[in-house]
């Protein structure tokens, strides 16, 4: 710990930093505001990188000059992040093998294990997972089985450590449905797979977000408690 030094201000830390790893808020337009104004402090050799879930990298990269964008990729790490393994290295079109190369080495080194994907929509587990958990809600909201039903089933049936309602309660219910309506505006995933949910909409209105708000599909002893 006692090399690990923060600060309020990122332009501080971004005058002399190798990899800058950003994890604000889930915002396209605030990411690339932030990065065009890392772009004119950071060095030439620094790399770039965005945790984001749902956001495309190329699109938050062009904020930045055409150097910069080809070191500027996606790290984005799974939560809770000092119990999750897996990093997903999300390499553009513009990225060359040293840099994507440096990013897999990197990973490693902190104890983590990467997969390699393209800057695809959600990524590799966000693009299979978003509509699972969309699809379990609907069973819900069709009368089809219980909240707890569902989840026990792909427990017990699938073996999932976390059955897909309590899922969505854990990402934030609004973090699901900002993920979905985004998909959905662009028309870069299949629609049917994101169609807009009465239910989910409701509860997110409601601020009944999951978790953090101790109350969604469950809930919860405590904001951030257990059910």
Not at 69 to 97: C, I, Q, S, W, Y
Request: glycine letters at 8%.
């Amino acid at each position: 710990m006692s090399n690990v030094k923060t600060s309020t201000d990122s332009s501080e830390p971004a005058k002399t930093a190798d990899l800058i790893v950003e994890a604000i808020v889930e915002n396209i337009t605030t990411k690339q505001n932030l990065f065009a104004a890392l772009d004119k402090i950071s060095p030439a050799h620094t790399i770039f990188t965005s945790n984001t879930s749902s956001l495309s990298i190329t699109e938050i990269a062009k904020a930045t000059t055409a150097d910069r964008r080809t070191r500027f990729a996606g790290l984005h790490f799974f939560n809770p992040v000092p119990a999750m393994k897996l990093v997903e290295v999300v390499r553009t079109a513009d990225v060359p093998d040293d840099v994507f190369n440096a990013l897999l080495d990197v990973t490693k080194r902190m104890g983590k294990i990467p997969v390699a994907c393209k800057d695809t929509p959600g990524f590799i587990v966000n693009r299979l997972l978003v509509p699972y958990m969309m699809e379990a809600i609907r069973l819900v909201a069709r009368g089809e089985a219980s909240p707890e039903d569902v989840d026990t089933a792909m427990k017990l049936g699938a073996g999932f450590p976390m059955g897909p309602i309590e899922l969505s309660d854990f990402v934030g219910l609004d973090t699901l449905k900002f993920i979905t309506d985004g998909w959905r505006e662009t028309g870069i995933v299949e629609p049917k797979l994101v169609e807009p949910l009465d239910l989910l909409d409701k509860l997110v209105s409601e601020n009944n977000l999951g978790r953090k708000t101790g109350k969604g599909f469950f809930e919860y002893s405590g904001v951030g408690g257990k059910k």
